[in-house]
């Protein structure tokens, strides 16, 4: 009786929950900045047209991202944080990383400028003029790509952030768009891709502050979840994404996405 | 300010507008709610019924543990659900991480506690007020719990709209185990938080304005509903 019950329980949450959409499906982990920049929505209905393989995206800190692709939870890895990459491949997670594309960082500010550092070209000379001059600056301290990029910018420039937090260092511990709204409403400094800034509709009084540092290059790596250590990643399916987003027809997409009149990413698979 | 507002007034037109996605979307979080409440209530109801009956050792520990569970935060249920849906979990295998089914199972724990607190104080001042009466018809005290559950069921209908309304508001559990996929698992609470991470703040509150609608619509049908059934038993008793 009770086995009864919790077949049928079973049987009606499966029901309730059925989804609708195709069988073929994979799973891609990704980073807030490919979705909220409108990149994905831009670039993916066509290939799904073609391959008739539905593209499901989950748009999480590039941390969270690998976390969740470590456990299995996904077939494809875009991310954009190199060295944590290639650790997740040598560590036998992912079969092999390729580059797709690149953009740059660019170190955002209130107009006012209280570090003085407007128009700048080096970022660590920048920051190093934000902490000395204990101006507010917003941190996404969430273990994302973007904020293992700024703490490389901080030791490069000999500061220890972790003294300063809650202070004029203030981690938000969320994505790029909230770390954004967050420093609007603060006029603090953010470090933020450029594709996610250019996008963002409330910037409210921040300007660009520092770009074209060559330290500020932002590349994009794509990854397939290794299928021997999860075997139900759906190899075949994933590899097929990523060979189109490494080959002409997924470059050119890249490429031909824009927003304002600016080109956001720049496609550099080989 | 003012352009803040002139700003809502277009996101609001445009949502009113009757855009197909967005009504995907609306369907999506009130199945999903929907469905999870029907589950918690199924759970919780004959729990809370015989937590108020019943008399067993422990059963004061279990009331205080149930009304604390109440404020279970959901993004721990989020992560507790997605450790055991995960494919490194022990319930990988299924395969249900990143669908509905794995946002109703997180609402349903989310739920089930609200359902049963409430069902147990609504049962347990019927069951004072009835016990004698029905004692002295010869029936023991569990097999009283479906009469009072049925006996209580307009006051009953309060505990499943509070449930209903934690289920269609909370974030924290859905943008996690079903991960905000477009067309599959997004519902209007991680629309609002994506709309709002993009700085799309006028569209957000739009957003919202049409979840809170949905809620009070939802809310005004049950208390009718409510309303109806206790004139047909005034009627009845007349």
């Known amino acids: ?270 | 300010m003012q352009e803040f507002a002139q700003e809502f007034r277009d996101a609001f037109a445009l949502i009113l507008a009757g855009d197909a996605e967005l009504l995907a979307i609306v369907l999506l979080s009130l199945r999903v709610s929907l469905f999870a409440v029907f589950f918690a209530a199924v759970i919780g109801m004959p729990l809370g019924a015989a937590l108020a009956v019943g008399r067993f050792p422990g059963r004061g520990a279990l009331v205080v543990l149930v009304n604390a569970l109440m404020g279970l935060p959901p993004v721990v249920v989020g992560l507790l659900v997605y450790l055991m849906l995960s494919r490194s979990g022990p319930l990988g295998v299924l395969q249900l991480l990143y669908t509905p089914t794995a946002m109703i199972i997180a609402q349903v724990v989310l739920v089930t506690p609200i359902i049963a607190a409430l069902s147990r104080q609504v049962i347990e001042m019927l069951d004072a007020e009835y016990a004698e009466q029905m004692r002295s018809l010869g029936l023991s005290r569990f097999a009283t719990v479906p009469v009072l559950l049925w006996d209580g069921r307009i006051a009953l209908l309060t505990a499943l709209l509070a449930g209903f309304g934690r289920a269609i508001a909370e974030v924290g559990a859905v943008i996690i185990v079903g991960g905000n996929i477009n067309h599959v698992t997004r519902v209007m609470t991680t629309t609002i938080a994506l709309e709002t991470s993009k700085g799309n703040l006028a569209l957000a509150l739009a957003l919202g304005a049409v979840l809170i609608a949905i809620a009070v619509t939802v809310n005004a049908l049950v208390s009718l509903l409510g309303q109806r059934a206790e004139v047909r038993e005034a009627m009845r008793n007349a």
């Open chain 1, 1 to 270: 009786m009770f086995v009864t019950w919790i077949r049928a329980g079973a049987l009606a949450l499966a029901m309730a929950g059925a989804a609708q959409a195709a069988e073929d499906f994979i799973v891609v982990q990704s980073t807030t900045s490919t979705q909220n920049s409108g990149l994905l929505d831009h670039i993916l209905p066509a290939f799904e047209a073609e391959s008739g393989i539905e593209v499901r995206v989950v748009a999480v800190g590039t941390g969270q991202a690998i976390k969740n692709a470590t456990n299995g939870d996904g077939d494809v890895l875009l991310v954009h944080a190199k060295a944590a990459e290639e650790k997740f491949v040598a560590e036998g997670w992912g079969v092999q990383r390729f580059d797709v594309m690149y953009n740059d960082f660019v170190l955002v500010g209130p107009v006012a400028d209280p570090a003085g550092i407007k128009g700048g070209a080096d970022v660590v000379a920048a920051l190093s003029a934000i902490a000395s001059a204990q101006a507010p600056f917003a941190s996404r301290g969430d273990d994302s790509g973007t904020h293992k990029a700024e703490l490389r910018h901080w030791q490069s420039a000999g500061v220890d952030v972790a003294a300063a937090s809650g202070g004029w260092y203030r981690e938000t511990g969320s994505g790029m768009g909230a770390t954004l709204n967050l420093a609007a409403g603060m006029g603090a400094y953010a470090l933020t891709d450029r594709a996610t800034w250019i996008a963002f509709a409330n910037k409210g009084d921040l300007e660009v502050m520092v770009e074209g540092d060559d330290r500020l290059f932002n590349q994009y790596g794509v990854i397939l979840v290794n299928p021997e250590k999860h075997p139900g990643v759906k190899a075949e399916a994933g590899q097929k994404f990523i060979d189109w987003l490494i080959g002409p027809d997924g470059q050119a997409a890249i490429a031909s996405y824009t927003l304002d009149g600016q080109q956001l990413f720049f496609p550099n698979a080989r």
